[in-house]
């Protein structure tokens, strides 16, 4: 009798508890949201969460503010997000690097998946490799005969180690068996500026910062690392069509940490994907060279998954996996 009292009991705590999450999502958000987002003003990811908190504040009647927590590769925001009330109301807005190679490369407080879990892709774009205009190369083929008959000459600038700037160059550097020179800087348009100023021989950089560049001429472009050629670049080539099977994908999108109730995971992500269907935000990410995508947290998390083990094997080929 008294244990089915206790059954009785606890399935009533569980009922009641069920019953106040379901309350709570249904009335977040109910004051101003913080979105975020772990690297400076100005870049693509910024400009991706201000165009999409702008839209979500619209959505919900209330105010989502971007707070800008850079530093340690974006680990530094993460740790703000997990030291802050678990309520949803500090979410992120982050690049997939946090998921995939910062943990391999760096002490981090968080598990991805687990304590850092996404909520949605927003947009997908990939890279473009650009060298100087006037340098001596003018296909993806002839910049790597160059590089394997000059080894150790050949530098190439990223945003910093483990950047996708640098990940995505020693990845085609391990695939072709080159041996070139990285020297990072601190973000990719000081990495650009290297190009264009000739301090290095090339930059991989993402196809929203090098769009304009390579279209008016500033600089040469070899390849894009997509699947497909680009809209915004036609005539400049797939890598793959040079290297059969080559590819790498850069995402950005929201995330919570793991203690924010799934309902409010869950209406977080139903809010974006109309948001990414939104024929103006389509055609601002096009012009940045992203693709809006808009996915279910299980969506997302079954991506990350995925891609998990191809950029294990990059951070090794970069050779910045933690000892």
């Given at each position: 009798m008294v244990l089915k009292r206790l059954i009785v009991a606890t399935v009533a705590c569980l009922a009641l508890t069920a019953s106040a999450q379901d309350a709570f999502a249904q009335q977040w958000p109910n004051r101003t949201v913080k979105v975020v987002v772990?690297?400076?003003?100005?870049g693509v990811t910024d400009t991706m969460a201000r165009l999409t908190a702008d839209?979500?504040?619209?959505?919900?009647?209330q105010t989502f503010v971007i707070e800008n927590k850079l530093g340690a590769g974006g680990a530094i925001g993460v740790d703000y997000a997990l030291n802050s009330?678990?309520?949803?109301?500090?979410?992120?807005?982050?690049?997939?690097?946090l998921f995939t190679v910062l943990p391999l490369?760096?002490?981090?407080?968080?598990?991805?998946?687990k304590t850092?879990?996404?909520?949605?892709?927003?947009?997908?774009?990939?890279?473009?490799?650009?060298?100087?205009?006037?340098?001596?190369?003018?296909?993806?083929?002839?910049?790597i005969d160059y590089a394997r008959a000059n080894p150790g000459k050949i530098t190439y600038s990223s945003g910093g180690p483990?950047?996708?700037?640098?990940?995505?160059?020693a990845y085609l550097a391990g695939k072709e068996?080159?041996?070139?020179?990285?020297?990072?800087?601190?973000?990719?348009?000081?990495a650009l500026t290297a190009v264009l100023s000739k301090s290095v021989d090339m930059h991989f950089g993402n196809s929203s910062d090098l769009i304009e560049p390579v279209k008016s001429g500033t600089v040469k472009a070899l390849a894009v690392s997509t699947p497909k050629r680009m809209p915004q670049l036609p005539d400049v080539p797939t890598v793959a069509e040079t290297i059969p099977g080559f590819e790498y994908i850069a995402w950005n999108g929201y995330a919570v940490t793991g203690g924010v109730p799934m309902e409010v995971q869950n209406r977080l992500a139903q809010a974006l994907q109309p948001i990414a269907r939104d024929p103006e935000v389509v055609k601002i990410f096009s012009n940045l060279g992203i693709e809006s995508v808009g996915t279910t947290p299980q969506d997302a998390a079954e991506s990350i998954r995925k891609d998990m083990p191809?950029?294990?094997?990059?951070?090794?080929?970069?050779?910045?996996?933690r000892k």
């Open positions: 772990p690297y400076g003003v100005g839209r979500l504040g619209k959505a919900f009647n009330p678990q309520d949803g109301y500090t979410i992120l807005f982050l690049g997939s690097t490369a760096q002490k981090v407080n968080y598990e991805p998946l850092l879990v996404p909520v949605s892709i927003t947009g997908t774009n990939g890279m473009v490799l650009v060298v100087d205009k006037n340098a001596p190369y003018s296909t993806l083929r002839e910049f483990a950047t996708n700037n640098h990940l995505s160059t068996g080159l041996d070139m020179v990285h020297v990072p800087f601190g973000g990719g348009q000081a191809i950029f294990a094997q990059t951070v090794d080929l970069a050779g910045v996996r």
